[in-house]
């Protein structure tokens, strides 16, 4: 059974910094996409930075080019979100995913979410 479960969470002031993970268990693919999404409260689940197992390429919504950073730690079975220079717009819930290609088309995988909130 593939897992993802998510830490690091929390409260911070503007222009703070916080490392969300993301423990990966039961995740044998060699194909996939993984990333961060977040979700506001009223607002659509949005992209925040995805990585390609396939060619290492990296995404970045523009909100948080500059001040976010996805890694992963393969021997961890781990992923990262290294965000700095936090603003009150980042507040949200964020959800690790993984999208693992099925056929013709993708199965998606999602940890519970942590909260993060960002105070001014």
């Known amino acids: 059974e593939v897992q993802l479960v998510e830490s690091g969470g929390g409260l911070v002031q503007t222009g703070g910094s916080l490392r969300l993970s993301c423990a990966l268990s039961?995740?044998?693919?060699?194909?996939?996409?993984i990333g961060w999404f977040r979700q506001a409260p009223g607002r659509e689940r949005e992209m925040v930075s995805c990585?390609?197992?396939?060619?290492?390429?990296?995404d970045y919504a523009d909100s948080v080019k500059g001040r976010f950073t996805i890694s992963r730690d393969n021997a961890k079975n781990s992923v990262y979100l290294q965000m700095n220079s936090l603003k009150p717009e980042d507040t949200a819930v964020y959800y690790c995913?993984?999208?693992?290609?099925?056929?013709?088309?993708?199965?998606?995988?999602w940890g519970q979410g942590t909260q993060v909130t960002v105070s001014s």
């Open positions: 995913n993984a999208k693992v290609p099925y056929g013709p088309r993708f199965n998606n995988y």
């Open positions: 039961g995740f044998t693919f060699d194909d996939y996409t």
């Open positions: 990585l390609s197992s396939t060619d290492g390429s990296i």
